[in-house]
């Protein structure tokens, strides 16, 4: 659910209709190019509804059509609902500034802002409307501000929860160093194989050398082929990603993108990149073929090798070579210990031929659908829960034992389940007894 300026924060590019008008307008939503395939086909959307159960049934017309979002997007949204229908859901049974606490606002501040000053008035609007009427709740409730640039990379706050799968830089910079430690020894076998096949450029040096070619024109030319092979590797190392990509995305469950038409920025950083990268590793092979003397060269059998400094030089690009390998193999090997550990590791419950099946929560026919899998001869339990032992989406709340006054309530996670529950996923007891008949399971998060 969003307000009439939302779209233009985000800078929504609406194919069909008028997107400002349709979120002013109450019951009214915009959908994707997707949404409406799945929906109707390769009909027109626009004055068709749709209908949402929501503490009630509210139907909703369509009067705009949208451009998808792109799959890095942290609001995946298919569907924007007028925000104005819910002045009737506010008035049923919820506080209407508990929810809001509940939403993301977008804020769109002056460059000149102070963030301090902001924040303790989101501070103070909080006190008055929220932590003055707690009803003896312990805690407070916040607004926190954050930029829309921190939320794919910060874990601490919504970026990290379960809507918005937050990566920390820290393993960004990880896999930064190992992609550069690889790119470190392509560059070395690149110098290393250049002046070890120098020997048979040799005669070639000493010719152009004897008709008048200078030292830097060597130079530059041994620059420019490397330049060469260095774009026409990234050319390849581009193909290749973009070949692969969709396999590691399946494979990840991920939506990874790399759209180099889309994204001038990162097109001209692959440039750079790539040129400075053909330039460095080509500027030694260079300088050390470019200096050979033209009356040995082309001596039958008179090479030359190059002067101690050069040798020496070599050897200490193997050194670093081997150094990095090394280190490469000892980070893999941690790696597959790591995630030997978490396949092996005991979680205290059972895991195996288990299947999830999300079902309607407010259906009524929890008890049929049960009766019907267990007529499947492969079934062997059903059991009814809100959520998995391993699952994120559990109930919070806090608690107090009984005759306790509030001050002692602690923070706990729910999970409700039936009775074939606590069997099914082998969990063992510390105290107490499983119920057999429909029960709650209280899980307790530490």
Request: glycine fraction near 8%; aromatic fraction near 8%; include cysteine.
């Amino acid at each position: 659910m969003v307000i009439a300026d939302y779209p233009e924060i985000l800078n929504i590019e609406t194919l069909k209709g008028d997107l400002h008008k349709t979120l002013q307008a109450p019951y009214q939503a915009a959908i994707t190019e997707s949404t409406a395939k799945k929906f109707f086909g390769s009909e027109d959307p626009i004055g068709k509804t749709l209908s949402l159960k929501m503490d009630g049934n509210f139907e909703f017309t369509i009067g705009a059509l949208i451009k998808d979002f792109p799959g890095n997007t942290h609001l995946p949204a298919s569907i924007l609902v007028s925000h104005s229908y819910n002045e009737n859901f506010l008035k049923s049974n919820l506080n209407g500034w508990t929810y809001v606490s509940g939403t993301e606002t977008l804020l769109v501040v002056s460059e000149n802002a102070d963030l301090s000053v902001l924040t303790a008035q989101l501070k103070s609007i909080a006190d008055k409307h929220i932590n003055a009427n707690r009803n003896g709740i312990e805690g407070r409730s916040d607004f926190e501000l954050q930029p829309m640039s921190d939320i794919h990379f910060n874990t601490t706050i919504a970026g990290g929860g379960e809507w918005v799968q937050a990566i920390s830089m820290s393993w960004l910079w990880f896999f930064a160093i190992i992609g550069g430690a690889v790119l470190i020894l392509a560059c070395i076998n690149f110098i290393n194989l250049s002046t070890a096949q120098s020997i048979t450029r040799a005669k070639e040096v000493g010719v152009r050398k004897s008709v008048g070619a200078g030292r830097f024109n060597l130079i530059i030319q041994f620059l420019s082929e490397a330049w060469f092979l260095t774009l026409i590797s990234g050319i390849l190392a581009i193909a290749i990603a973009q070949l692969v990509l969709p396999s590691i995305n399946t494979l990840l469950d991920k939506k990874i993108l790399f759209e180099l038409t889309s994204s001038p920025l990162l097109l001209l950083s692959l440039l750079i990149v790539t040129t400075s990268i053909g330039l460095l590793v080509g500027l030694y092979p260079a300088w050390f073929i470019s200096k050979y003397n033209p009356s040995l060269t082309l001596k039958a059998g008179s090479t030359t090798s190059g002067d101690h400094g050069s040798v020496w030089l070599r050897k200490g690009l193997v050194v670093v070579q081997f150094s990095i390998s090394i280190g490469l193999l000892i980070a893999l090997l941690v790696i597959s210990e790591q995630v030997n550990y978490l396949r092996s590791k005991n979680l205290g419950f059972s895991k195996d031929n288990i299947i999830n099946v999300e079902i309607e929560p407010r259906s009524n026919k929890q008890t049929l659908f049960q009766n019907e899998l267990r007529k499947i001869a492969q079934v062997k339990d059903v059991a009814f829960a809100t959520a998995t032992p391993s699952s994120q989406s559990h109930w919070g709340t806090r608690m107090n034992r009984a005759g306790r006054e509030d001050p002692s309530r602690k923070e706990v996670t729910l999970i409700f389940g039936d009775g074939q529950f606590c069997k099914m996923y082998d969990l063992q007891l510390l105290a107490g007894r499983f119920l057999e008949t429909s029960t709650q399971i209280m899980y307790h998060s530490r």
